[in-house]
């Protein structure tokens, strides 16, 4: 087996990562480790972090550093570690690989952690499977701890990358689920089960919300917009119930605005609820959960749009629109045999 692969590489941001990509046609094949398996990814999604984290103004960019974008994936196993049982050589799993930065799944192979991937359920296609790992961990993680069957929960953001599966995934919890989105995609949101749906194109979100009273149980803030929305929950959200803040912007005025959050205390005119700033943590007993939905159609995978492999940097455009509906979906490129 070659010893390297082809992948999507960048050393710099300077004008955008889209603008700095090249395909290296000799990079280093992964070696998996003893608790890693050895993934010949077939098809990857996009995920905004795969570009506002090194792109932001934070010290995180190393120099000298080669960055191999993306999380999600979905693909063949190749080899195994040698404490690895659970997987074979042959079969096809989907996950993420959460946390990772430098050498992600925008390439023709990545090692994974054994926790981050599970077997793909039968009738369920790759680009599908590719879209759910990051977004489907994130949101399995806000919704299913803090919910019971019947409760409601707003999804702020329905119609984006994260929202389009916490909606299917509070209603396979069995959640009544209000949302947003702007005015085309009332009907995307509303045909993934979602019960009430706030144009915030033509209306006031919190007043929306504050109209029914303090009844629900959960709010999970995929966008970080409106900038008063924790601070407003008290009319919205029932004693006992909780924030969960996924979605900001990479700004000075995002990042103050969720530290605000955390630290501000209600009788100084924070917001009283429960708050919580969540990013997704690799866990196997998720990924089961999410193969399960999937498996039974309970939750679907929700494509913008799918890019061949030599229009990867156009996928990243589209993905900076901010305006996808769904995920975005990367082809790999497989060398024939």
């Excluded at 050895?38 to 990857?44: E, S, T």
């Excluded at 959200?237 to 700004?251: D, E, R, T």
Aim: glycine fraction near 12%; charge should be positive.
């Amino acid at each position: 087996m070659a010893q390297t692969m082809k992948a999507w590489q960048y050393t710099s941001t300077t004008g955008g990562v889209e603008k700095n990509m090249h395909i290296n046609d000799a990079a280093p094949k992964p070696v998996p480790g003893d608790n890693e398996i050895l993934v010949q990814v077939h098809a990857m999604a996009l995920n905004p972090v795969d570009h506002k984290v090194t792109e932001s103004p934070a010290p995180l960019r190393l120099l000298g550093t080669i960055f191999t974008p993306g999380a999600d994936f979905c693909g063949k196993v190749a080899e195994i570690g040698t404490k690895v049982s659970e997987f074979k050589v042959g079969e096809m799993v989907f996950g993420a690989k959460v946390g990772e930065l430098a050498k992600g799944t925008l390439a023709q192979y990545v090692a994974v952690d054994r926790n981050m991937a599970m077997q793909l359920p039968e009738g369920v296609s790759v680009e599908d499977a590719a879209t759910v790992g990051i977004v489907g961990l994130t949101e399995t993680q806000s919704i299913r701890p803090n919910v019971k069957s019947g409760d409601k929960v707003f999804i702020n953001g329905g119609s984006g990358g994260t929202g389009v599966y916490g909606i299917q995934i509070a209603k396979a919890l069995g959640c009544q689920v209000t949302t947003t989105c702007s005015t085309p995609n009332l009907q995307l949101c509303k045909s993934l089960g979602a019960d009430e749906v706030i144009d915030y194109k033509t209306t006031d979100i919190v007043k929306a919300l504050s109209a029914h009273g303090p009844t629900l149980t959960l709010a999970v803030d995929n966008v970080g917009t409106p900038a008063n929305l924790y601070k407003a929950s008290p009319s919205f959200i029932a004693p006992g119930g909780k924030f969960v803040q996924i979605g900001m912007s990479p700004s000075l005025s995002g990042f103050g605005q969720v530290a605000s959050n955390m630290l501000r205390p209600g009788f100084l005119g924070g917001g009283k609820a429960k708050y919580q700033m969540l990013m997704a943590q690799a866990a196997k007993s998720d990924l089961q959960l999410l193969a399960e939905w999937m498996r039974d159609g309970k939750v679907k995978g929700v494509k913008d749009s799918v890019f061949e492999w030599e229009d990867a940097p156009k996928a990243f455009e589209k993905l900076k629109t901010g305006r996808a509906k769904g995920k975005i979906v990367v082809r790999v490129l497989q060398d024939k045999a």
